[in-house]
């Protein structure tokens, strides 16, 4: 079943190897269960674009990619059943053509239902909660090989949407849908950033979703992306500027200077809502992966002043980042959602492909968020000690409960698991 090297096994931007000791490549589900009841311990790999070791094992690594994805639309109840190694790329067209939409997408629409969701990934808009927040049921392969679901309102169900992996393998996950509407994209230039921290809440409030690029430096400004749901306008739209910025006369990437070709239409023209709240095109392949990120999430009431303690060393970050984007997400209830209990701001930072410059600089920038109690995204690098990210989670006790009940043995472990929960890798 296995047919790739395990020389070959890496992260997308290849900072991180992995080392199974085998790679499991199932084409049904049948083989897929028997993989994972045999395995002493095991890790899925999905799209492969976190960029810390959530999913490397020297033990069985799964892929799901050997089987045929479904996504079975139920009209009834504005549902759709998915497998979990589905991307939304494919999934959002899916559910476009029969007359629904998802809710939110991330920047990119390569990567997958199931590892989006385990991290807690997501896209932006105040009203809007994380792509964990659409989860109405998830079955997960139990480390006996038996299928397991659980559904909202159970009392598992809030441990067991973000997961980082240590539950199970996901087969499948039912999603809530809406009905199909358009959007409508615009880009401003040179916001500054004294405007944009003073008037924050009226920006980011301003359309269905909305992002802030910068590349800090000594005078920060942003490019402010706007996202606009046709249905929600209720006045004239696009306005010729916000607090300044000027309306873009020309498509934009978030990286200034670097080709529009790959980024989602712009400039006011209608499309459906799948190819505008991503800001990269299905149809284009992700860049070769010459970057590390980090992301940061805090609690919007502080985004000014988180903001400003990051401009304090704006410099330093300028150093090595590419890009960074500021977004914004509705509170959930998921226990180990980054956004659990706090309507929440993503600090997203795009860096250059050297760790050894990075890591001083990741550092810093965390020191100037720690009186925020910023959560790092579980799927990217940070070097928060665990023990103190751990304690920025108020469920974390009951998530190590029911992992404890589901997967007694840690079948799912890892080292990455075992410096969050404790426990052992081996």
Request: aromatic content about 10%.
């Amino acid at each position: 079943m296995s047919d790739r090297a395990l020389t070959d096994l890496h992260n997308w931007a290849g900072n991180i190897r992995f080392s199974p000791s085998r790679f499991e490549r199932p084409s049904t589900l049948e083989e897929a269960r028997a993989v994972v009841a045999a395995a002493p311990r095991l890790r899925v790999l999905g799209s492969g674009h976190s960029f810390n070791a959530i999913a490397d094992t020297d033990a069985v690594m799964l892929s799901l990619e050997g089987i045929e994805p479904e996504a079975n639309i139920n009209a009834l109840t504005g549902t759709v059943r998915v497998s979990g190694w589905i991307t939304y790329a494919a999934l959002s067209s899916a559910v476009h053509r029969a007359g629904f939409a998802l809710h939110n997408m991330a920047s990119l629409p390569h990567i997958s239902v199931a590892g989006s969701i385990a991290t807690g990934t997501h896209g932006s808009g105040n009203r809007s909660g994380n792509l964990a927040t659409a989860v109405a049921a998830i079955e997960f392969i139990g480390p006996d090989g038996e299928l397991r679901t659980v559904k909202r309102g159970e009392p598992d169900f809030p441990g067991s949407v973000v997961h980082l992996g240590s539950l199970g393998v996901v087969h499948t996950v039912t999603l809530d849908l809406l009905p199909a509407f358009e959007m409508r994209q615009y880009v401003y230039d040179d916001l500054a950033f004294d405007k944009a921290a003073a008037n924050f809440d009226a920006l980011t409030s301003a359309a269905y979703s909305t992002s802030m690029f910068t590349k800090w430096g000594a005078s920060p400004v942003f490019q402010f992306w706007v996202k606009q749901r046709i249905a929600d306008q209720t006045h004239p739209f696009p306005q010729a500027n916000w607090f300044g910025a000027p309306l873009a006369d020309g498509p934009r990437h978030p990286i200034p200077g670097v080709d529009t070709a790959a980024c989602t239409v712009q400039q006011g023209l209608t499309g459906p809502s799948h190819e505008r709240l991503p800001h990269f095109k299905f149809e284009f392949t992700p860049s070769v992966g010459e970057e590390l990120q980090s992301e940061y999430l805090v609690d919007r009431a502080d985004a000014p002043a988180a903001l400003e303690a990051l401009a304090r060393i704006g410099d330093l970050l300028a150093a090595v980042t590419q890009i960074s984007e500021v977004r914004t997400m509705k509170s959930d209830d998921l226990w180990l959602s980054p956004a659990y209990g706090r309507d929440t701001v993503a600090l997203h930072f795009t860096w250059v492909k050297d760790y050894e410059a990075v890591r001083p600089v990741m550092s810093a920038l965390e020191g100037a968020l720690e009186p925020f109690s910023a959560r790092p995204h579980w799927g990217k690098l940070f070097t928060i000690p665990m023990n103190e990210v751990r304690s920025r989670y108020t469920r974390m006790g009951d998530f190590e409960k029911l992992r404890e009940r589901v997967d007694p043995e840690e079948k799912f472990a890892n080292d990455f698991s075992a410096a969050v929960f404790g426990g052992t890798a081996s």
